[in-house]
């Protein structure tokens, strides 16, 4: 029935959230956070009044079955999710007790945030290198913080470049304390932040959000460009809408980039945005200042 009403737009968002903790339930983490967030983009677009206690109280309904899946991989997701997003959505008082116990205690950010996802894989090196002008170009003059993988790998490292070459913005990089023998954490960004996780999984991205709505920043001044990539990347996509974040995909770049594109069950008016892979496109996306509409800070 939960299925059913969901693929019907019944009694939303509750239905992706139970959705979701059938999901996780069942130990597949993946399908569970996607419905979550299926569910959170429903709260977080909604004007209406009675959805604003709606996240207060899937937060309580996880807890309730928090011995059943706390060890579950797609907990830890979840959570930060959830409490990012009622931050973000009421950010009214001070900071809740839980969130600034989850939050990053070693950076707190400033401002304007632009994330560069997509492909890191080193297998994908060569596809990625084509995109280091066109970022460089898109980057000129910007001076404020870009958030990739922080490694030396595919898009990770061609930010790592782009400091090289000179650009004035800040990057930092989220990683899992253990990194996988063949991945090198990038020494050219300014800071790496680490989670908690054995390897990478979509725990870094959450966890960016969980230090972002902990540092003030509204989700809706949040940038985040999309370069092909595979499934964590699909999620991070996917995790930037739901909260409210501006996402542009570059058209061409392939994998999950281009899924997004034609998912239905995303696609909104003017976001996610498919910009071509035109440096001045790219640049006025990167450079527009929309900051101001509700930042916490």
Known sequence: MTEAHAEGDIELPRAHFSRGLSHLLLNEPHQGLE????????????????????????????????????????FAWIWRLLWAAQHAKSPRGA????????????????????VIAGSCASEEERGMRRYADLL???????????????????????????????????ALGYLPRLLPMDVTADDRYHHHLTTEGEDFSPLEPMQMWVD????????????????????????????????GAEVALIEGSGREAENLLIDKKWLAEGNPLA?????????????RQETGRGSTG
Do not use: N
Request: proline residues 6%; aromatic residues 6%; charged residues 20%.
């Open 95 to 114: 900071l809740p007790a839980e969130l600034e116990r989850l939050a990053t205690t070693s950076h707190r950010f400033a401002g304007p945030v632009v």
């Open 212 to 243: 972002l709505v902990a540092s003030g920043i509204d989700p809706r001044d949040v940038k985040v460009i999309g370069i092909g990539g595979g499934p964590i990347s699909a999620m991070e996509y996917r995790t930037a809408l739901a909260l």
């Open 136 to 170: 460089s170009s898109a980057f000129e003059g910007f001076t404020g913080e870009v958030v990739s993988g922080g490694t030396t790998s595919g898009i990770s490292g061609v930010v790592g470049e782009l400091i090289e070459r000179g650009h004035e913005f800040t």
């Open 275 to 287: 910009l071509p892979p035109d440096p001045m496109t790219l640049w006025c996306f990167v450079d």
């Open 35 to 74: 419905a979550y967030l299926q569910g959170v983009r429903i709260c977080m677009a909604s004007e209406s009044r009675p959805l604003e206690g709606v996240l207060g109280e899937e937060i309580e309904s996880l807890s309730r079955h928090r011995v059943a899946t706390a060890s579950m991989p797609g």
